[in-house]
């Protein structure tokens, strides 16, 4: 099972089930179907341990997988962290930048988006549940999975 996304490179990751069929996960089915999709070069599980290592923490496998398939994501307005380069959207970069101005977030927490609007930023946890912040407030759960956020996110765009 492969997509191709809008520069003509294929993505694609696939997760092996209980009963042995091979099915493309959940999030990357998702993130390959938002509009305008634009994927960075995947990550390589040496990048993503590195990235890890650096911030202190584990991402949740969901996270992994989606980095895994396109390193970083941008797609109409939507950008996420990853495995990239880009200071914008390296995982690590951003992390250790909005913990400074977030010192009431946990240390477990990892930058998933930053919107740019109003300060909020969107967070992470190694069990894949997402929280957003604002400034001096803490974390709130606003989605049990990145898929979720991201099936939310493309709801608004609609």
């Given amino acids: 099972m492969e997509s191709k996304a809008k520069n003509n490179r294929k993505i694609h990751l696939f997760t092996k089930t209980q009963k042995g069929v091979t099915l493309m996960s959940d999030i990357v089915s998702s993130i390959n179907s938002l509009p ?10 040496e990048a993503v341990a590195e990235a890890e290592n650096a ?5 949740s496998e969901e996270y992994k997988e989606s980095v895994y398939a396109v390193g970083a994501v941008y797609a109409n307005g939507i950008e996420f962290t990853g495995i990239a380069k880009s200071e914008t959207r390296n995982v690590v970069t951003v992390t250790e930048k909005e913990r400074l101005y977030n010192p009431q977030v946990p240390m477990h927490l990892y ?10 930023i969107i967070w992470q946890d190694q069990a894949g549940t997402i929280y957003k912040t604002s400034p001096y407030r803490d974390p709130v759960k606003i989605a049990s999975s990145l898929n979720e956020y991201v099936l939310e996110l493309k709801k608004l765009l609609s």
């Fill in 36 to 45: 305008g999709l634009d994927p960075l070069t995947p990550g390589t599980p």
């Fill in 55 to 59: 911030l202190g923490l584990k991402f």
């Fill in 111 to 120: 930058v998933v988006e930053n919107p740019g609007m109003d300060r909020i």
